[in-house]
């Protein structure tokens, strides 16, 4: 049988001394407590000896209760703060539809479809290729100014009787191009003795406006918020537009004028 072994589980103040230590010359001399003793709480007990370190300790209960919303501090999600700065860009951006959207399809046919030469005003093919198209996301303030202007083209034209200007501004899809290639966004050019946007009904005529020839050439479809339209001829009347001929629209107020693309094309 073993040597060593617990002769008693009494608990008393000499509990200690019951252990029984196999005789080896380490361990005659002295004896070494394998338990530690602590307090039983009990008058006629002096000390006991204590398990408490091989006990696998209290969990807490679980008592429901949720962490106050204080304390907590959730994680900022990745796209916080994205999109306040780009709604204050006061500039206007681009997003390159890619060939064989449907948005793209769409804006090639009408550009190909409405070249033409503005001295004859007959109808051509569009000769070139487009190379690159881009829509044109404006900032909320030019946004917010167009529809101004629409509203007040609106007013005006209620008391006139003028039934289209009346139900949207008599809003319109037109080209502008940029002189050299270049587009100038709210440009104004001087026209005899009136300033103002030159818009064109064809992609031909805008072409032609920015100095005709070959090369890489830049062009904006817009809406157009043309608003009453009189005769290059008629100084009387009170308009927000002038037809000067061949497709062209002279628009007064910049902030009538909104682009949605932007076209790059080779010639």
Not at 86 to 113: K, N, Q, Y
Not at 149 to 176: K, L, P, Q, T, W
Not at 219 to 238: H, N, Y
Not at 260 to 267: K, T
Request: hydrophobic content about 35%; proline content about 7%; overall charge positive.
């Amino acid at each position: 049988m073993a040597t060593g072994w617990i002769k008693s589980l009494h608990c008393k103040s000499n509990a200690v001394d019951d252990v029984v230590y196999p005789r080896t010359p380490s361990s005659s001399s002295a004896k070494k407590p394998l338990l530690s003793s602590v307090y039983c709480g009990h008058t006629s007990h002096a000390e006991c000896p204590s398990s408490s370190s091989s006990l696998p300790k209290k969990r807490r209960p679980n008592t429901g209760r949720k962490p106050k919303p204080g304390l907590a501090h959730p994680a900022a999600s990745p796209a916080a703060g994205l999109v306040g700065p780009a709604r204050s860009d006061p500039f206007p951006t681009l997003a390159e539809l890619p060939a064989g959207h449907s948005s793209r399809r769409v804006v090639e046919i009408i550009f190909s479809s409405s070249w033409s030469s503005s001295s004859s005003g007959a109808a051509a093919t569009f000769p070139g290729e487009i190379e690159m198209l881009f829509r044109v996301h404006n900032p909320v303030r030019t946004v917010a100014r167009f529809e101004e202007h629409r509203a007040a083209v609106r007013a005006g034209a209620s008391r006139s009787d003028d039934a289209r200007c009346a139900a949207d501004g008599n809003e319109m899809m037109r080209f502008h191009c940029g002189v050299g290639g270049g587009v100038v966004y709210d440009a104004g050019v001087t026209c005899s003795v009136v300033v103002g946007v030159r818009t064109f009904a064809g992609s031909g005529g805008a072409h032609a406006s920015g100095g005709g020839g070959a090369g890489r050439r830049a062009m904006l479809v817009c809406r157009v918020i043309a608003g009453r339209v009189r005769a290059e001829s008629d100084t009387e009347s009170q308009v927000e537009s002038v037809s000067r001929g061949d497709g062209e629209l002279l628009v007064f107020d910049p902030t009538a004028v909104l682009p949605c693309f932007l076209i790059i094309y080779q010639l």
